[in-house]
């Protein structure tokens, strides 16, 4: 009983990962055609169907045909919902737009269809996102003046509604570092983890992962979680040594602004950001950072080359966004198509499909596929206790 159906199947990370702990994916589903191209190129085969489709017009009956599975077949359906309503950056909408709309649907599907299990990967935001968007200044403003905000704009109020929401399951969740599970990134992820209950138990018994991989592995880890295994870690995965195979490999990149290439260049090798240019004078500071110059946090992302002896940060949909820079360590560029692919931890020679930007979305949006393949693992251990 290892048939998967895959729901906002993407570049294929998350499937990738499932299937090298021995799961059949039999159906993908993505709205997105380039995706689907992306899944053609390297994920076609004969008991693989890809399926372009809104799930908010899907119903169970049309997902279980395509998969060509009965309702009882279905051991697990995974998916990594669009996450930008619950992003802590910019406005958090929750459900009140589709793609918050369409973690809904998935819940709703996977009611219907029944399945041993489920996995729903998505930000850390989802943890603390309302229902209610209520803005920073405006919760100071309540605070100042004694006004109770009201349930659905309390802090973790769209995630109780989720978890109110999934009938039958026993659900477990946490906030899950990749680098601790031998990924080359430090990108924090919450995976919800469900269980079928029949007579009220759950079908089989679930434990999330224990980490394999420590920031320094000679330290001895004091999280309760792992107390019976401080010892014996992994060091983290660096950029150095994810990339090394690539040496000699013509780059595909995001090219700089001129502008932005030559304050780039200040930055000393090895990694800095922003920072590192207050020892040309404070004018060449403001001139870089302009407008930012005077915002709030810390700004780390601004003019950034990424250390090579660490995990790179967390891959986005762009490596030279203005506030979030993903700069080569030594070399006077963003990080490339081919480098993403690395740090993922995509098979070698994954081929995407799309424009350079297109090729950037697919596979910054993607879980890695080792920590995809660290939770498949928890579950299949799990699983394998009642076949």
Not at 14 to 27: C, S
Request: charged share 25%; glycine share 10%; net charge neutral.
């Amino acid at each position: 009983m290892n048939n998967i159906i895959s729901f906002f199947a993407g570049a294929g990370g998350m499937d990738l990962g499932f299937e090298q702990a021995g799961f059949d994916i039999k159906l993908a589903v993505e709205i997105d055609p380039i995706m689907c191209q992306t899944l053609e190129l390297n994920r076609k085969n004969d008991t693989l169907t890809i399926y372009e489709k809104n799930i908010l017009d899907a119903t169970a009956e049309e997902v279980l045909q395509q998969a060509k599975l009965r309702k009882g077949e279905v051991a697990g359906m995974i998916g990594g919902s669009p996450c930008q309503s619950f992003s802590t950056a910019g406005n958090r909408g929750a459900f009140s737009d589709e793609r918050g709309q369409a973690m809904i649907k998935y819940i709703d599907l996977i009611n219907a269809i029944r399945p041993k299990f489920f996995v729903l990967e998505n930000v850390k935001g989802l943890l603390s996102a309302a229902l209610e968007h209520v803005s920073i200044e405006d919760r100071k403003k309540n605070k100042d003046e004694g006004i109770v905000l009201r349930a659905e704009q309390q802090p973790g109020s769209a995630f109780s509604f989720i978890l109110n929401r999934i009938q039958g399951y026993e659900v477990h969740y946490k906030l899950l570092n990749s680098a601790d599970y031998g990924v080359p990134q430090k990108r924090e992820r919450v995976f919800v983890i469900g269980i079928l209950k029949e007579d009220d138990e759950p079908l089989f018994p679930y434990a999330f992962p224990k980490k394999t991989h420590s920031k320094s592995a000679k330290i001895k880890e004091t999280l309760f979680d792992y107390a019976d295994d401080a010892e014996g870690f992994e060091p983290w995965i660096t950029f150095e040594q994810a990339t090394a195979h690539l040496k000699g490999t013509t780059m595909n990149y995001q090219s700089y602004s001129e502008k932005r290439m030559h304050y780039m260049k200040m930055i000393p090798v090895g990694g800095g950001n922003w920072r590192d240019l207050e020892k040309f004078g404070d004018d060449v500071v403001r001139q870089a950072m302009g407008g930012a110059y005077n915002s709030g946090g810390g700004k780390v992302g601004f003019f950034r080359r990424i250390k090579a002896s660490e995990p790179a940060p967390t891959l986005l949909t762009s490596p030279a966004q203005n506030s979030t820079n993903l700069g080569h360590p030594f070399e006077d560029r963003p990080l490339s198509i081919e480098e993403y692919l690395a740090i993922q931890q995509f098979p070698k020679n994954y081929k995407v499909a799309g424009k350079l930007m297109d090729q950037y979305k697919q596979i910054g949006n993607a879980v890695p596929v080792g920590l995809a393949y660290a939770v498949a693992k928890s579950i299949k251990e799990g699983l394998q206790t009642i076949l």
